[in-house]
C-alpha cells in the first residue's frame, strides 16, 4: 500500500518548483509531506517591479523610471554566467523570459544607487509650442552607468511611428542644462505630438521619457510680390 506520508504534487518541469503562472509544462511527481517542492512564488518566472535603471528590486527609493519585467528567479553564479552565453539566451527566449535578460535582484533600490537624469527645460506634458524654432535644451546624463541617449518624436499622443531628431546616439551626456538642438516645425503638419528622449545604460538597460506637446504655430502671412507699375 502507498504510504500515508507522500503527495502526488503539479511541479514545474524545468524548475521543479510549484508552477507559477509563467510555468511552460507541468508534471506529477511523488513528494513526502513534509518535503514538498519550492513554492510558486520561488518559481525561475517571477514578475517583478524593478527600477529600470538598475534592474535591482523597486522601492521608494527608486527613480521615476520603474517598470514590471519578467525576471529569471536564480541566484547561482554559475548559472548566471551560462545565461549571458547565447546557448543561454536561446533557453531564457524559448522559455519565455524578455531580452535583455533581466535577473531577479535580491536587494531593492537605495537613495545612492544610480539613476537616470532627463530633464528638459521648459518641457512638460501638454505644454503648448507657439514657435516654429523648438529649442530642446536640458540635462541627459546618469549619476553613474551612462552610454548614449536618442531623441524621437511621433504624430499624436501615441505614435505608431517614431521620426528620429538625432540620427546617431549622442554618446557624451549633458551634464548640464545646455542646448541639445533646434527643430524646424515648419515642416510638422500636426496639432499633437510626441517628444521621447531614450537613454542606454553600460549595463545593458534602457529608460524612456515621454511628452505629449500641443503645437500653436500661426500659419506664416504671405509675402506680397510688388507689382510693377506701367
Given at each position: ?36 517542492p519550492l513554492p510558486k512564488d520561488q518559481d525561475l518566472w517571477q514578475k ?123 554618446t557624451y551626456p549633458i551634464s548640464s542644462a545646455a542646448e541639445i538642438l ?45 507689382i510693377p507699375t506701367m
Amino acid at each position: 500500500a502507498r504510504p500515508s506520508d507522500v503527495v502526488d504534487t503539479t511541479i514545474c518541469t524545468v524548475s521543479g518548483a510549484q508552477p507559477s503562472e509563467y510555468c511552460p509544462t507541468y508534471k506529477t511527481e511523488i513528494f513526502a509531506s513534509d518535503q514538498p517542492p519550492l513554492p510558486k512564488d520561488q518559481d525561475l518566472w517571477q514578475k517583478t517591479s524593478v527600477d529600470a535603471w538598475t534592474n535591482l528590486q523597486a522601492s521608494p527609493s527608486s527613480s521615476e523610471f520603474t517598470k514590471e519585467v519578467l525576471t529569471i528567479n536564480v541566484e547561482d553564479e554559475s548559472a548566471i554566467e551560462w545565461l549571458e552565453t547565447q546557448t543561454g539566451r536561446d533557453w531564457a527566449d524559448n522559455n519565455g523570459f524578455p531580452d535583455p535578460i533581466v535577473i531577479k535582484q535580491e536587494r531593492e533600490c537605495q537613495l545612492d544607487d544610480p539613476r537616470p537624469i532627463i530633464d528638459l527645460i521648459g518641457v512638460s506634458n501638454n505644454a503648448v509650442i507657439s514657435d516654429n524654432s523648438f529649442v530642446i535644451a536640458g540635462v541627459i546624463d546618469a549619476t553613474a552607468n551612462f552610454k548614449q541617449f536618442k531623441i524621437h518624436w511621433g504624430e499624436g499622443s501615441d505614435p505608431n511611428e517614431w521620426y528620429s531628431l538625432t540620427p546617431d546616439w549622442i554618446t557624451y551626456p549633458i551634464s548640464s542644462a545646455a542646448e541639445i538642438l533646434t527643430w524646424d516645425l515648419s515642416d510638422v503638419d500636426a496639432d499633437v505630438i510626441t517628444l521621447r528622449v531614450t537613454m542606454h545604460s553600460t549595463i545593458n538597460t534602457e529608460v524612456q521619457k515621454k511628452w505629449v506637446l500641443q503645437l500653436d504655430i500661426p500659419t506664416p502671412t504671405p509675402t506680397l510680390t510688388p507689382i510693377p507699375t506701367m
